[in-house]
């Protein structure tokens, strides 16, 4: 090679330097306790501290007590197992998890939420590695899951929980929730063959095998439901005459018992009251 010829592949390393993508920066978690994961970018977006208190969360005192103690086995790094949320809409499933996730925090503080988009299962995997590598403990909350991108979606998650050759996370519990207990569409066989739906149904349905530890959520009952706003109306007190009468007349507007018709009913009475409330 001649010293001419070393100028011209000076301006070509350069020229590749410019072209080639930046190093990716490492994610900083100092700067809250939860966050939200953007797949495209990678990024960690930090978000505020879930401001439901888990005392407030009643009419599900058994679902509280077994996922606290394997969040607080998670957290001591004890053997625990990934979570399936799954039972009727509006029991209290994802605010379990975030105000349990809350409670737990303040004592240690090593422990982090990472939310996901239930559209973004396929990008699981590469995420486990990026946080298997930290210090940190991360609960990965993915909420409403189901696989409505049929097999793929599933094999990927799959792929997250097992971890492959290097195993799963051991500083990764995956929490999801569900209105279905095996996660499948209601359309899942619609638009296929009777073989090829078999076949991604047992596909589909082997993921929640992976999870260890299933807490179901029954639809709450009347004498639950009123208890949940007597609890409410105190803690925030909220004071009005014929208060359950009222609280029965809006779930029977909106079709339905629930621990969310019931924090719905507390928001528009707190509005019309002009009491302020958590979040």
């Known amino acids: 090679m001649t ?23 490492a994610p900083s978690f100092e700067a809250a306790r939860l966050f939200r994961h953007e797949p495209v970018s990678g990024a960690f977006l930090p978000a505020p501290d879930y401001a439901m208190d888990i005392e407030l969360l009643v009419g599900i005192e058994r679902q509280k007590e077994r996922f606290l103690q394997n969040l607080r086995r998670f957290a001591t790094g004890l053997p625990c ?27 240690y503080p090593d422990l982090k939420l ?58 990764v519990l995956f929490v999801s929730t569900s209105n279905r207990r095996h996660l499948m569409p209601r359309d899942h066989a619609e638009s296929q063959g009777a073989i090829a739906s078999a076949e991604n149904a047992e596909e589909e349905m082997s993921v929640s095998d992976r999870f260890g530890l299933w807490i179901g959520f029954p639809p709450m009952d009347q004498p639950t439901y009123l208890a949940a706003i007597n609890t409410y109306a105190e803690r925030f007190g909220l004071q009005v005459e014929n208060l359950e009468r009222r609280a029965l007349q809006w779930s029977q507007l909106r079709g339905a018992r ?21 979040g």
Do not use: Y
């Open 114 to 171: 990472v939310e996901v988009d239930r559209d973004e299962v396929a990008a699981l995997p590469p995420l486990f590695d990026a946080l298997r590598v930290r210090p940190e403990r991360f609960v990965v909350l993915c909420d409403d899951l189901s696989f409505e991108d049929g097999a793929a979606a599933a094999k990927a998650l799959k792929s997250a929980l097992e971890g492959g050759v290097a195993g799963p996370p051991e500083n």
């Open 81 to 107: 197992n990934h979570v399936l949320l799954w039972g009727v809409r509006g029991t209290g499933k994802s605010s379990l998890t975030k105000s349990a996730f809350m409670a737990l925090a303040a004592e």
């Open 3 to 25: 010293d001419a010829a070393l100028p011209l592949l000076a301006r070509i390393a350069d020229a590749l330097d410019r072209l080639a993508p930046p190093a990716p920066v």
């Open 258 to 278: 629930s621990g969310r018709v019931a924090w719905q009913f507390v928001r528009d009475l707190a509005g019309e009251l002009g009491v302020r409330l958590p």
